[in-house]
Each structure stands twice: as C-alpha cells, then as structure tokens.
C-alpha cells in the first residue's frame, strides 16, 4: 500500500485500544497480574494518574494472561458516581450475562436485582457460577473509585454500602476475583489497601524508553519514517505517556497525509504541537478534572517556575514557596500533600521544579495560569466555612464586632488562602487599630488581584502612615508612604504627606542649627522626594535658599502653597503642580469623561487644567468655559472638545453615553486620530440639540494597546455607573479586541472597532462586534482579484512580517489568488532583506514574478523604510528587453499601511505606479463635506482612521431611540443604512457577521499624487 492511499490513522486516541498489536509495553504488569491470580489474591489494586492508558489495560488483561481457568469481565463505574447498589449491581449482571454470551433462561430477573442485593450474592452469581463449571470469574472494575465518592472525602467510609458489599463477594464467594482500577481519588490508596487487609497494588506508570519508542513508530512502519531527532522530540514532549504519545503521533500522521510529507523531523514535530493540544482537548479536561485542587495550584506554579529564569538556582521547594507568595499564598498541609501526590502520579519531577510531561506543560500554559487555580483554593473546607459566614453575618447585623473578628480568624486558620475573607479581616483590625496585621493581610490580597486591592492597599498604608505621624513616629511614618510611592510613584497625597513631614522636620532643622545645607540634604535623601524648584514658577527670580523657602511659604503666600501642595481631586499635577492625571495601573484612572486627562503630556495648558479640577468637582458650567478657552487656544484638541461636551451634557442632565478605547499614551498618534472622529460626531451632534433634548456625553479609555489592560478597562466600563454606557468605539487593534470582547459580550454592550482590520473570525460569534473598515480578508480579495483579472498578472512575490495582521494579509492574499490559478512564487520576512534590499531584490527576480506586495507592520517603522527602499530598487531596474527580456519593472502593490504623504514624501518619483487597496480615501467627492468640516474643525486634513471613528459614533447616534438600551442600540445596527450624508463619504450597513459592506478602495500614485483607480482601469 503506498503513501498516498493510506487512508487510515494507525494512531488511537479516544477510546480504549483491543487489538492486542496496536498496543505495546506493561509486560511486567502483565506477569504481575497473572501471578497474583495463580497465587489466589483475591482483590488487586492497580492505580495511576488519569490517561494513563488503564481503561486499555483492562481491555488487554484477558488477551496477555494465558490462564484455561479465568474468565475476565470489565465493567465501568465512571457513569454510575450518583447509582444506588441495587441499580450498580443490576447494570453489572447485565454485563456479565452478555460478556459470558449466556441465555436469560435460568437467571433471575434484572428488575429483581434492584429490589434485593441478596439477589445477586445468593441466586445470579451461583447460576453463572454454575454455568462456568470449574472456572473461576475475574471482575475488573474500572474508575471504581468514582462510586458515591466526594472529594477529600475518605470513600471507604463514606460508600459503605458498596464497598462493603464487595468485600462480602470476595469473602463469600470461593471462585471470584476483583481486580480494582484506581484513577480518579488517589489519595484512598491506602485506605483501601486496609480495608481489603494489605491487597497487593501496582502502580501504572509511564511507558519505559523502549515501549514509547515502538508506540512510535510499529504503527506506521513501511509508511511513516520519523528520524531519530523526531522521536527524540516526541518522547520529551510525552515523556513516555502512553495517550499523550498517540496523540502526537496521531497529529503528525494527519499532518503527513496533508503535506504528502511522509519523512518526519524534529521540525515536523515541533510544528504540530498546538494542533495536537487540540486534538486532546477533551482528554486533557478529563485528566485535570481528576485532580484535586491542591495539585492543580501546585502544577500551574511549576509551569510559571519553569517560566521565571530567575528561580532556576533555587532548590524545588524554595522556588514553589516564591512562586506562591508572589500571589500571596500561604503553603498549607493541602498544597504540600498536593506536591507529593504530584510526584507519587509521575506529573512532577521531584528533583527540579519542572512537570514530566512537556505536552501537558504547553497546554497548562495557555489553559490554567496560576491566578485562575488560585481562585479555586477557596473551595478547600468551603461548606465548612460557609457556616461560619453564615453565622457572621447574622452578628454582623447586631453589630458585635468582635464575634465577626473571631470568625474572620477561624476561617483564615481553617484555610489561610480563603481570600475573600481575607480583606474582611483586614477591615476589622483596621477599625480597631490593629495596623501591622491588616496591612499584612491587605498585602496579602493586592498580591492576588492588584486591580481590585491596590487602592485598599494603598489608603491602608496612608492610614498607618497617618497614626504614625501623631504619635510622632516619623521614621516609621516615611516608611509607609514610601511604600505607597514604589507602587503608586504620582500619588500625591502620599507625597504631600512626605512633604509635610520634611517641612516639619527641616524647620527643626533652622531653629536648632540654623541653616546647615548637609543635614538638610541627608533628610531629602531619605525621604527620596524631589523638592518643589520655585524657579520653574517664579521664572528669573533668584533662587532662594533651601532652608529660607521652608521659612517664607507664609511670607510668600498660602495660596502658592495651596497650588502646590494641595492635592488635586481625583488628579495628579504636572510639572507645574496643577492638576492633570496620569495613567496608571489603577483601571479608574485609565478612564475619564473630563475628570483627568488621558494623555498626560499632550497639552499643558493652564485654562484646560482647571477645567480639568472643576468638572472633577462637579462644576461643569466652570468646567465648559475653561474648556471652551483651552479650545480656542489649541483647537486640535479633541480631547478637549470631549470633556467640553461631556461638561454641556452633565450641565444638562441625564445625557446619553458612550465610550471611546484608545491606545492612550502608547500609540498617541492613532488615539488623536480616533478621538478627532468621535468628537466631530458628538460635536455635531450636541450642536443639534442631541435627542430630545439628551445630550451626547464621551467616556474616553485607555487600554495601552494592552490585551490586559484592555480587558480591565472592558470590565469596568461594562458596569460603570449602573450600566449607562450603550456603547462602545474601540479597540483600536486585534490583540486588544479579542482580550475585551468577551466582558462586552456578556454585557450586551455594541462594540464598532474603528482600525482593525486583521482576523476576528473566531470572534465573530460574539454578536457585538461591527467592524468600520473592511477586513483584512475583503482586502486581499480586492488586490488578489485586481492583479488576476484587471492586471492578467500571474506570478507574485509577497514581502510581509510576522506581526499578525502581516501574516493575516498574506494568508488571505495567497488563498484568494491561490483559488484564481495566481502563484506566489515567494513569500520573504522583510527582516531578511533589511541589511541588503538591492541584493535581495535582485534575487528574488530569479523567481520572474511580475508583481510585489507589500505588507509591512504598521507599528515598526524600519519595516516600512524597507518597503519604500524595495520600492525605489524597483524603479531602479533598467527594463531593455532586448539586452534583457527577463528584467522587467514590477508592479507594486500593497495596503493601508503605505497610504500617506510620507510615502510619497520620501520615495518620490519611485512611487509612481503604487497601488494601494484601503479603506477611505478623503479626495474622493462624496467625502468632500465630511473631508472640509474635518478641515475647518481641526485645521488639518484628517485620515482614513479619523473618518471611521466618526462612522462609528454616527452610527451608533442613529441607532439611538426615544428610550435607548444597549439591547436596542444592538438591535438597531444590525439594520442600519446610513447614507453617505451621514457619514465620512461612503453608505453604511453591516453584513450578518458585523462586517460594513463597502469594498476597499483602489488607489493609484500618478503624478505624485494618489488618484482613485476607477473600476476596470489599469
């Protein structure tokens, strides 16, 4: 049979292996079976972890044990945890009765079974007994630990109707052995070793070297041929483990078949594994659901051991102990006991904090991180404690204090990792003054979840600070408000506190030593706080002596004092002290509807920053006029023209609310893109006299670009003032709209993305997410379909990078023209041709195509550099067919990323010819309006991403109704058809998936200029 007709995959995954040949090693457990049954045992024990290859075992006992005299049933207990005995023994005599191939003809009635369990000792057994002649009946019970168990619980006391009723089988019974398979509780081992009086135990383990490496490779011989570095790569990966190894191979043979690749490499292999982890999906859910709590937190923290190369010299049990309290967690009897189970199943290796199984390592990484088992502890003890919360709130209602303390301390001693009680207990020696403990225990849970507990952490410390500063103890005192400063740096009211603290000890300083520059400066440096410099307000004036300008603030004037020193409302001051608020980890302050600004060194503007103070304090029609100056000062804020809005519309009352997610301070250039959109629409729309008389107010967020932050800011919108946001316009890339799009789901909350244009398929299920420009996909559908049919050009090279949406393009391109009979000839990594543009060019003309595409990372400007040189190689080619038919000039192409006038700028003439395939293009005449209102508005002409910004919000303004709801606003966008009036220039509507209708547009570089290429026109 040759390669390419081999159909089947030899490989087993899912279900237990018969076939005596597609199973391989445990020979010695095999020989040791059999002896105990010559020896007359009558109960074995075998047991391992879950996936272990057991339930196969089974199937293979009658096959390898040669023995006249036994006759083997199996019999699984997994589906049967909730049965009663009656029903399990039943469901067994069935088994039996059609295993044995017997006739019902002189068996009692199944249905009788359930009624009496004498039934099945007294009458069914001697009948197949008796039928069996001299031979003796073997029952194997698979996953019988599962049966009436609970965790932690002991399962021999706990089902004692079912395993007293077996060790009464074995006890009265003279032919009959049990052969009990334990994959599930393992930490009953022993007690049921002494319930069964020391019943010999074997455990299953990993294959030896040999077997794995026959698993391997007998399966596919004269078929498949792994080199000896493939087999190498699978065996670290599996370790040996029998399900985990098939599932390996069992991928590479699908990938083999796929690629006609009948060689396997250590590449191959490699390059499998995330699918492989797919494949094994369900099994590898099955074997983690089989392990107790303990033992998942312990493996995630191996994993992120393995992870932090800063362990590495650290003995195992010091590098798990540092792990764990990183997230504040307290290594307890459970965890330590959850350790030697790990290494008792094989999972761990005990000399080294690493996990035997590289397969399972790889799936925990993207499955279960540390913080996520973390959470879990908390169900250790949890009925237990529930009583206890039960009773606490109950005397919290009478308020005695003291009794819900006591509690607080009994719930930590029963398990120290409950966290939620953690911060309740806190709170309490907080009110009673008791600061060392709560701060500890504040510490404690900021560790675990530092989005939710900094800012308890953080007023926690300030509180200590401030007891300390009345009983004198300032030493102490700095210390705490240092702390706050390591994880807060802007805090300002803890460094006002330092300030008062040095003031105060400074003018000791003058009145007992006068002015002494060297003890002065000995405090600074302790107290590690920058000095306020008069000259930055004073301007020319001399500056005055250290010790003097802690002398004179009352002489100079309390209100100076006051702009310095006093904090602002819910802001940070800038250089100059005044207030402005700066992104931080704290998710509050990476959102803002005037409170603070999000960029804190965009604008430093004096009416803007007071303006900023009073919307903070509720003064919005003060608020509107400073922004409204700060507007006419710099009127390409959009910023500023937000919270101007936002000011009208709070002054107004009960405004209608969105949100805008920008990528802050990170990407400051798209986020001003972003913004200017969305403030022209709300602009006009407030102009308008909003709805019914509701004004349009703009949430702005930031989320850095960051999939996490992005998420946190996703969670906090979602419920942010009772759920009066409608909707959302953002993320701005892929990896961040992925990471919050789940929160918006569950929210209900429309999503309109302004800028991504990459992969969201897998997200498209969410029914939130509508996209502004067209996706990659509809892009490389244009160019693809432009090159074939309009250009007759069949033969392409393609220059990319290994940014996701890069790659994303470059898949879509290749697939489109790929199904139009076009041929990628290359596909080169732009990093590759950085250090020698010409020289790389020239060598991928070997390749005679007829066309490039350029598809460089939008965020890495060497990337783009490099397009633009490949560009000006081209124009270099000297095109003379008959010195050189071969050589010719190829046409360029590519996407949004090269749309703008800094390529033109700096190709010059070499551009000419450009195609380009995007998304808006502002000199097209039905955005003339749109395109001369930007301009007037923000004196500039605006891009494609300011004009999809507006789309979005306008979009979301006409989904608005006389009542609107998130649900309604979703309900509305689905049906929407904006005409191009309304938007930047171009109809508006969505396909089912979210996706706006409108085709890229084609763009031509003649004259120096990008010209609209009209449909047909080469």
């Known amino acids: 049979m040759s390669n390419s007709t081999y159909a089947r995959n030899p490989y087993i995954i899912g279900r237990p292996i018969t076939e005596p040949n597609k199973f391989f090693g445990r020979e010695s457990l095999f020989q040791y079976i059999q002896d105990c049954l010559i020896q007359g045992r009558k109960v074995i024990l075998l047991h391992g972890q879950r996936r272990i290859g057991m339930s196969s075992i089974l199937q293979q006992i009658p096959k390898q044990i040669i023995h006249d005299d036994l006759v083997f049933i199996n019999f699984d207990l997994q589906d049967k945890s909730t049965w009663s005995l009656g029903e399990i023994l039943n469901s067994l005599s069935t088994e039996i009765t059609e295993q044995l191939e017997f006739e019902d003809e002189g068996l009692p009635l199944f249905d009788h079974l359930g009624e009496s369990t004498d039934i099945f000792l007294n009458q069914f057994l001697p009948t197949i007994q008796n039928k069996l002649a001299d031979k003796s009946l073997v029952l194997m019970l698979d996953e019988f630990d599962v049966v009436d168990n609970i965790e932690n619980i002991n399962i021999v006391a706990h089902a ?238 009478q308020e005695t204090k003291q009794y819900a303390l006591n509690n607080y301390q009994q719930i930590l001693a029963i398990n120290p990792n409950h966290f939620s009680t953690i911060p309740l207990l806190a709170e309490e020696y907080l009110e009673i003054g008791n600061f060392e403990e709560a701060i500890k225990l504040y510490e404690r849970t900021y560790k675990f979840d530092p989005i939710r507990y900094k800012e ?34 802007d805090r300002i009211s803890s460094k006002q506190k330092l300030r008062e603290i040095e003031a105060s000890n400074l003018n000791s300083i003058v009145l007992v030593q006068g002015d002494n520059v060297n003890n002065e400066q000995n405090l600074l440096q302790q107290l590690s706080v920058k000095r306020v410099d008069f000259r930055d307000i004073i301007g020319q004036g001399k500056l005055l002596r250290r010790v003097a300008i802690i002398s004179c603030v009352s002489i100079i004037g309390a209100a100076l004092y006051q702009l310095l020193l006093t904090p602002c409302p819910t802001g940070k001051p800038n250089a100059i002290g005044l207030c402005v608020a700066t992104p931080d980890n704290t998710v509050v302050e990476n959102i803002s509807s005037g409170e603070r600004t999000i960029f804190p060194y965009f604008i430093q503007d004096f009416n803007r920053e007071r303006a900023i103070g009073a919307f903070s304090q509720g003064k919005y029609d003060e608020a509107a006029g400073l922004f409204k100056k700060a507007i006419e000062v710099n009127n390409d804020d959009p910023e500023a023209v937000i919270y101007y809005n936002n000011a009208l519309a709070r002054q107004k009352g009960s405004p209608v609310t969105f949100a805008v997610v920008v990528p802050g301070e990170t990407s400051q250039v798209i986020a001003t893109e972003i913004l200017r959109g969305v403030a022209q629409a709300q602009d006009k729309f407030n102009a308008n006299g909003g709805l019914n008389g509701r004004l349009l107010e703009i949430v702005i967020a930031n989320d850095a670009n960051n999939p996490e932050q992005a998420q946190q800011v996703a969670a906090e919108l979602a419920k942010m003032n009772n759920q009066s946001i409608l909707g959302v316009i953002g993320n701005s890339s892929n990896d961040t709209i992925k990471a919050a799009l789940t929160t918006y789901q569950k929210a209900g909350i429309a999503t309109l993305s302004p800028t991504s244009m990459g992969d969201l398929s897998q997200s498209k299920e969410s029914q939130v997410l509508f996209r502004m420009p067209p996706s990659n996909a509809a892009i490389a559908q244009r160019l693809a379909e432009y090159v074939k049919n309009s250009l007759r050009l069949n033969k392409v090279v393609i220059f990319y990078s290994q940014s996701e949406n890069s790659k994303n393009l470059s898949q879509e391109f290749i697939k489109y023209f790929e199904s139009l009979q076009g041929t990628v000839v290359r596909k080169i990594d732009l990093t590759e041709v950085q250090q020698d543009v010409d020289g790389e060019f020239n060598t991928v003309l070997q390749y005679q195509p007829q066309a490039a595409l350029l598809f460089p990372n939008a965020q890495n400007r060497q990337q783009i550099s490099v397009a633009l040189e490949i560009i000006k190689a081209n124009a270099n080619l000297i095109s003379d067919p008959k010195k050189n038919p071969k050589l010719q000039k190829l046409i360029i192409l590519g996407e949004t990323t090269l749309y703008g006038s800094k390529t033109l700028k700096n190709a010059k003439e070499a551009v000419e010819g450009l195609i380009l395939a995007v998304p808006w293009f502002g000199p097209a005449p039905q955005a003339k309006t ?89």
């Open 930 to 1018: 749109f395109v001369e209102a930007a301009k007037q508005k923000w004196q500039k002409t605006v891009g494609w991403r300011t004009a999809m910004s507006y789309d979005a919000t306008q979009a979301l303004i006409k989904a608005l109704s006389d009542n609107p709801s998130r649900s309604t606003i979703l309900e509305s966008l689905r049906q929407i058809n904006l005409k191009a009036g309304d938007t930047s220039g171009y109809p508006l509507q969505f396909t089912e998936d979210g996706e706006r209708q409108n085709k890229p547009i084609l763009l031509k570089v003649e004259q120096g200029k990008f010209q609209l290429l009209p449909e047909g026109k080469k």
């Open 160 to 397: 004692d109707n079912f395993f007293n009723y077996l060790k009464l089988l074995i006890d009265t019974q003279k032919n009959l052995y049990i052969i009990l398979v334990l994959g599930r509780y393992q930490n009953d081992l022993e007690n049921l070793q002494n319930f069964f009086r020391d019943v010999p135990y074997q455990k299953i383990g990993l294959l030896d070297e040999i077997s794995a490496r026959r698993l391997i490779s007998k399966p596919t011989q004269g078929i498949l041929n792994y080199d000896e570095d493939a087999i190498q790569t699978i065996l670290e990966l599996s370790a040996g483990h029998p399900y985990f190894t098939q599932v390996i191979c069992f991928t590479i043979f699908v990938f083999a078949k796929t690629e006609n690749n009948w060689k396997i490499t250590r590449a191959d292999v490699e390059a499998i594994v995330d699918r492989a982890i797919e494949s094994a999906e369900g099994g590898l859910s099955w074997f983690w659901d089989g392990l107790t709590i303990p033992e998942k937190v312990i493996l995630s923290a191996v994993v992120e051991a393995q992870n932090n190369s800063l362990l590495k010299e650290k003995s195992f049990s010091e590098t798990l102990l540092i792990v764990l309290r990183k997230y504040g967690v307290v290594e307890t009897d459970e965890l330590k006991k959850g350790l030697q189970q790990l290494y008792d199943k094989d999972l761990v290796d005990g000399i080294q904090p690493r996990i035997k199984i590289k397969f399972i390592r790889h799936w925990l990484e993207k499955r279960h991180t540390l913080k996520d088992e973390i959470n879990e502890l908390e169900k250790i003890n949890a009925e237990e404690i529930k009583k206890i919360l039960n009773l606490t709130t109950e005397h919290l209602q």
């Open 456 to 489: 308890i952490f953080l007023k926690a410390l300030e509180e200590y600070g401030n007891s300390l500063i009345k009983e004198k103890a300032f030493t102490q005192a700095i210390e705490q408000f240092k702390k706050v400063l390591e994880l807060e740096p």
